[in-house]
């Protein structure tokens, strides 16, 4: 081919190109970042999404504060493999082991916020010191935060004797004077839970037993009154005025019996005293952190909604652990969140690319097509010129 006829056909193929009505497919790209995924939060859950995304080779940053919803718990429970595990050791025996995984990275650090950039394609997180991650997704593993009242000994003694999931701490205290801490309009879901380990009961409901309270009451749980008085439950509407610890299971227990003696002392404001060994709550709870708002994350019931096959939450988010919206509060959940989040995260980058291949294909095609149409227009303007 001539130097004249190359010429022509270049030229003729950015008239082309320029006229056409509709344009060539493009290639859609995947944005250069420095990680596939940035996860915020390392308790159970982010761990969790971080081994599984590192065991398929994804590059991931997971930043972790260091705040804990369960750090004050004396021991894990309930998870199969580490039952009385202590918090601290289960995460760094899982930092441990997960960092012998070449894709995976960890850091101590608070994130301030995160950008999302073109809709969710990809996200700039930066930490309180400034620094910046660009990742194609983010996981949201940052928790809940128990609101506690100021009634002095509760925060004192928060989840070690006066804690809020049966499944983690009640078994240690079984069969000894029991007191459930909170609204009367939830202590027959507490009842329910620790009927079959503590018999002696007293709600502690702190005068919200209320004509109001008894309206809802009736309608949300019909016969709740004949039920509490067949468990042989005491109702307390007396306020309290402080609860006072006498003893402490961390101190005074049978590791034979997997048994913890703590001892408390509710004081009333009359001056009335009752003595009991630990106590359940009903306390509300809020989100940790609100990183993922400016996201387009929704938040109902202080808990992130999330696509429940996907633990999606957002174009891009995803959200994991007790935080989000599929209500159960407990280190397996929130393992088991994490973990279907890291392979549907896994799977979705994967098809990103594929539709790269795909896009790329069609335009290879057109360009071929568009070079033989111009080869054949350029032989007729040949043909006619001879």
Request: with cysteine.
């Amino acid at each position: 081919m001539g130097p004249f006829k190359s010429i022509a056909i270049i030229w003729l193929l950015y008239l082309t190109t320029c006229c056409q009505s509709s344009p060539l497919p493009q290639a859609s790209t995947i944005p250069p970042t420095d990680y596939d995924v940035v996860i915020v939060g390392g308790g159970p859950a982010g761990l969790s999404a971080l081994s599984g995304l590192s065991r398929v080779r994804r590059t991931s940053m997971l930043i972790d504060s260091g705040e804990y919803r369960n750090i004050l718990t004396r021991h894990m429970h309930d998870v199969i493999g580490n039952d009385g595990t202590a918090g601290d050791v289960f995460r760094a025996k899982a930092r441990e082991q997960i960092s012998k995984y070449p894709t995976a990275n960890m850091k101590n650090g608070t994130v301030a916020s995160i950008i999302s950039v073109n809709n969710g394609s990809s996200f700039i997180t930066t930490d309180s010191s400034g620094k910046n991650y660009t990742s194609r997704k983010v996981v949201l593993a940052t928790g809940l935060r128990d609101i506690l009242p100021e009634t002095p000994g509760i925060k004192e003694a928060w989840s070690r004797g006066i804690y809020w999931c049966p499944w983690c701490d009640g078994y240690e205290h079984r069969d000894q004077p029991f007191g459930i801490l909170g609204s009367i309009v939830d202590v027959m879901g507490s009842v329910l839970e620790m009927q079959t380990l503590n018999k002696d009961i007293i709600a502690f409901v702190n005068g919200t037993y209320t004509d109001a309270n008894v309206e809802i009451l009736n309608e949300k749980r019909p016969g709740w009154e004949t039920q509490l008085k067949k468990y042989r439950v005491a109702l307390e509407n007396r306020t309290i005025s402080s609860i006072e610890r006498l003893q402490d299971g961390a101190q005074v227990k049978d590791d034979v019996t997997n048994t913890e003696y703590d001892n408390f002392q509710v004081n009333l404001k009359d001056g009335t005293k009752f003595q009991r060994s630990a106590f359940i709550t009903n306390f509300p709870s809020v989100q940790h952190s609100y990183l993922g708002v400016p996201l387009g994350v929704k938040i109902y019931g202080e808990k992130m909604a999330v696509d429940a096959a996907s633990m999606r939450a957002a174009p891009g988010v995803f959200a994991v652990g007790d935080a989000n919206s599929d209500n159960s509060t407990n280190v397996p959940h929130a393992m088991w969140t994490g973990k279907k989040a890291a392979v549907y995260l896994h799977v979705e980058l994967e098809r990103e690319f594929a539709a790269t291949l795909l896009n790329k294909r069609a335009e290879e095609d057109a360009l071929l097509v568009m070079g033989r149409e111009m080869e054949d227009l350029w032989d007729k303007v040949k043909v006619t010129k001879t």
